[in-house]
């Protein structure tokens, strides 16, 4: 089971940094690492993922050059570091674990776990 925690309540232009823990017997090392986000009336949605070395990252479009995806396997750790944040990013956020490469479909990922709540004020 995954856990996201770090979010809260900040101004626009502000930061923030999410990190998810990997709990029981999960060890995320095995896994290609993402965070989604579903805002109030929508879907899930992808926002970044990283690989099980971190040699590769993807990101969706309106956060790449904001946000920043990174992991630590030997804390069992993926966080997500987001700067530069807008209203729009006002969301909960959760992380998941996927075995697919390329796929950004939240079906694809397992392991949710409770999301943590981010708003943007404007």
């Known amino acids: 089971q995954l856990q996201a925690f770090g979010g809260g309540l900040v101004q626009a232009w502000g930061s923030l940094r999410l990190s998810c823990a990997a709990s029981?017997?999960?060890?995320?090392?095995?896994?290609?690492m993402g965070w989604f986000r579903q805002a109030p009336g929508k879907e899930r949605e992808f926002v970044a993922i990283i690989s099980q070395s971190s040699g590769s990252v993807g990101y969706e479009d309106s956060v790449k050059s904001r946000f920043t995806i990174s992991r630590d396997n030997a804390k069992n750790m993926v966080y997500l570091q987001m700067n530069s944040l807008k209203s729009e990013d006002t969301a909960v956020y959760y992380c998941?674990?996927?075995?697919?490469?390329?796929?950004?479909?939240?079906?694809?990922?397992?392991?949710w776990g409770q999301g943590t709540q981010v708003t943007v004020s404007s």
């Open positions: 998941g674990a996927t075995t697919i490469w390329g796929s950004r479909s939240p079906r694809d990922f397992s392991s």
């Open positions: 029981g017997r999960t060890f995320i090392s095995r896994y290609l």
